[in-house]
């Protein structure tokens, strides 16, 4: 019974590292030529990581904020998340995304050295299967 009672728990994990490994957007600037593209894994509940097209590797993100803004009856909820970055990976901005149901209406990147703030757009051309595919 103990067997069977570890067996499910592995493969419900399994499952559910699976169903969360093509949990990815990408997206573009819109305020800064060339523009900046990356994808965003959300890997889990607390987190997940950035990669940017031209970037070095994946910078682990964690979740700070998750709150609904305005609550709809009768449509998805809006909300806002907030990551920040690994400080020792990355340069500790923040990423910050406001969207309804699966509609993102804002995305931006907050550089954590000066403020600066950079503006991005869902780039569905670039969502492949598995992973964003950026036309060099």
Wanted: hydrophobic residues 40%.
């Amino acid at each position: 019974m103990k067997r069977l009672l570890l067996f499910t728990l592995a493969v419900f994990a399994c499952n559910e590292a699976l169903a969360s490994a093509d949990d990815f957007r990408c997206f573009k600037s819109i305020d800064h030529q060339p523009p900046i593209r990356l994808q965003i894994d959300f890997a889990d509940a607390k987190g997940g990581y950035v990669t940017y097209e031209r970037g070095k590797g994946k910078i682990p993100v964690a979740l700070t904020e998750d709150k609904v803004i305005r609550a709809t009856r009768d449509r998805p909820n809006e909300g806002m998340m907030r990551w920040k970055e690994d400080a020792t990976v990355g340069a500790g901005g923040e990423y910050v995304m406001v969207s309804q149901g699966a509609r993102v209406s804002d995305f931006r990147y907050i550089r954590k050295t000066d403020g600066k703030v950079f503006h991005f757009e869902e780039d569905l051309q670039a969502s492949g299967e598995n992973a964003c595919t950026w036309n060099k």
